[in-house]
């Protein structure tokens, strides 16, 4: 476990950058986590990653893509656009949750 | 930490090709799985249907894949059984139940999903003729019907599984 400075926070990750604590997420995280990653947030990421906050919540689970498609309403290939080369981690990894590990 | 998969899109240059000649319903899932996973990963992909793998692909047959326990000791059912009227279908069913009950999609779902992630589909144009099949036959998704040398082109530094 080590704890990295996002957003002038100190906040605690994994090995990979993942939070470890989705209680320590928001949006300023959010934006600093897309930046290293590339990704300028527009409202159309924002519908994705409150998507996945809210899912999380609900069900304790990461969404899968299949999930955020089919129930967020978010096509799949909107979701590659917005989150290219290797979405599935991207999204969670903004979204402060967990490295995702289901096959789909 | 690992240069790859800590989701900050190191990947990039990975290509996998994935040759699908099976038509079973429990070889045509692997081929799926792992194309969608790579996607999911920022692989690159490229999927190649050749002989009974064309059922993937055949818009008539990709609903109805079919698993059965002859021959697949496996399947924990006596050989034999395979045999006998209705066991393919009644193996086919139960697998494809399991299937939808773990929410894995339905193989038109599946490759919908993996042409949407940018994964490219191709079909063997050979084993096309030895079927009888022509472009009309097959998922609209497919992107061409290609020889076995334009695919070697195409694989040239990718990582290859032949399922």
């Given at each position: 476990m080590t704890v990295q400075a996002i957003a002038g926070l100190n906040l605690e990750v994994d090995a990979e950058g993942f939070l470890t604590n989705p209680d320590d997420w928001n949006r300023d995280v959010a934006q600093a986590i897309a930046a290293e990653l590339g990704?300028?947030?527009?409202?159309?990421?924002?519908?994705?990653?409150?998507?996945?906050?809210?899912?999380?919540?609900?069900?304790?689970?990461?969404?899968?893509?299949?999930?955020?498609?089919?129930?967020?309403g978010v096509p799949t290939k909107e979701i590659y656009k917005l989150f290219p080369k290797g979405p599935a981690k991207k999204v969670a990894k903004i979204a402060g949750l967990s490295k995702p590990t289901g096959c789909i | 930490m690992s240069e790859n998969g800590n989701g900050n899109g190191n990947s990039?240059?990975?290509?996998?090709?994935?040759?699908?000649?099976?038509?079973?319903?429990?070889?045509?899932?692997?081929?799926?799985?792992?194309?969608?996973?790579?996607?999911?990963?920022?692989?690159?992909?490229?999927?190649?249907?050749?002989f009974w793998g064309l059922?993937?692909?055949?818009?008539?047959?990709?609903?109805?894949?079919?698993?059965?326990?002859?021959?697949?000791?496996?399947?924990?059912?006596?050989?034999?059984?395979?045999?006998?009227?209705?066991?393919?279908?009644?193996?086919?069913?139960?697998?494809?139940?399991?299937?939808?009950?773990?929410?894995?999609?339905?193989?038109?779902?599946?490759?919908?999903?993996?042409?949407?992630?940018?994964?490219?589909?191709?079909s063997c144009r050979m084993a096309?003729?030895?079927?009888?099949?022509?472009?009309?036959?097959?998922?609209d998704e497919v992107d061409d019907v290609i020889g076995a040398m334009e695919f070697m082109e195409m694989s040239e530094g990718a990582q290859v599984l032949f399922i």
């Open positions: 990704i300028e947030l527009t409202d159309r990421h924002w519908d994705v990653i409150e998507f996945v906050r809210k899912d999380f919540s609900e069900t304790g689970t990461v969404p899968t893509l299949r999930r955020i498609t089919k129930v967020g | 990039a240059e990975r290509k996998l090709c994935i040759i699908c000649s099976k038509g079973t319903l429990d070889m045509a899932y692997p081929g799926l799985v792992l194309a969608n996973a790579a996607l999911m990963e920022g692989i690159d992909v490229t999927m190649f249907f050749t059922d993937i692909i055949n818009k008539k047959k990709m609903k109805h894949l079919r698993a059965t326990p002859l021959g697949n000791p496996s399947m924990g059912m006596p050989n034999i059984l395979g045999v006998l009227p209705g066991v393919t279908a009644m193996a086919s069913s139960m697998m494809q139940k399991t299937i939808e009950k773990l929410d894995f999609p339905p193989v038109d779902e599946y490759l919908e999903m993996i042409h949407d992630a940018g994964g490219k589909l191709y096309m003729d030895m079927m009888h099949l022509e472009k009309d036959d097959l998922f």
